[in-house]
């Protein structure tokens, strides 16, 4: 592919498991964000939801769909999407950043919640990549790098988080909440960072105050933006999409470099 044809590499801040069901303006904004590119050959999705002491790659043909919360109502629970994986991008994954090739995890919430708006059919093949919970802020960005060049071979890159998600202060229960300065500050400043182009600020995000600890206080939704920062390419554009937050805490920012 050509730079015109690569496709992009998208961050999406998931929020709410509820979001599966919903139609509001992320998920209107998701499924327009992925009308404007090709279907890709398959989607590598880096969720927030697979934090494990390793590196592995889903390798099965049929991945379950996995109910990874609690205290919502059946419908979600029922809920199904029924993407094939595929074993052959797997074994690709292996060779480039070295996962394990995993028959027992599946598409958890971070994958399926915004993946069933952006193709509904599920007849895209979806990977997950997990995140080892051992290495460094600077290793995960760099296999972000690595996965770069999948861009170019049909392959759509997708990191599954929220740049800001703090549960502790969540306006649980409450319609409206304002979000809180801290989060505003630590988006914006984000923000500033991405369009310049600097990128360590965001990979040192730990040594930043105050601010980025309020709103990364696990490490868990932030690393999958270092995933797609990673695999930005010469050429790329940022932009953000959407943007919102969710109960004063959970910022819903989507980024996509193309």
Request: glycine share 8%.
């Amino acid at each position: 592919m050509s730079a015109s044809q690569r496709l992009p590499v998208i961050f999406f801040g998931h929020g709410n498991p509820m979001n599966a069901l919903a139609d509001n303006v992320y998920t209107r904004g998701w499924r327009q964000i992925c009308s404007t590119f090709p279907k890709p050959r398959a989607v590598v999705c880096v969720s927030a939801h697979w934090y494990v002491p390793y590196t592995a790659v889903t390798a099965m043909q049929s991945p379950r769909t996995i109910h990874d919360f609690g205290g919502f109502p059946r419908q979600l629970f029922e809920f199904q999407y029924p993407a094939p994986g595929s074993p052959e991008i797997a074994s690709q994954l292996w060779d480039l950043v070295g996962a394990e090739l995993d028959t027992e995890w599946g598409l958890d919430h971070g994958s399926w919640s915004v993946l069933c708006h952006c193709y509904p059919d599920a007849d895209v093949p979806v990977l997950q990549l997990s995140i080892d919970e051992t290495l460094t802020a600077q290793d995960h960005y760099r296999l972000g790098a690595s996965l770069a060049p999948l861009r170019e071979q049909g392959i759509l890159i997708v990191g599954s988080g929220n740049l800001v998600h703090n549960l502790h202060t969540y306006g649980w229960g409450r319609r409206v909440v304002e979000p809180y300065d801290w989060a505003v500050r630590f988006e914006q400043q984000a923000r500033a960072w991405m369009l310049a182009g600097e990128h360590q600020p965001l990979i040192d995000y730990e040594t930043l105050g105050q601010d980025a600890a309020l709103s990364a206080p696990t490490p868990d939704h932030y690393l999958p933006l270092l995933y797609v920062l990673g695999a930005q390419l010469p050429g790329d554009k940022v932009s953000f999409p959407i943007e919102g937050v969710d109960g004063g805490s959970i910022s819903m920012l989507t980024v996509q470099l193309s």
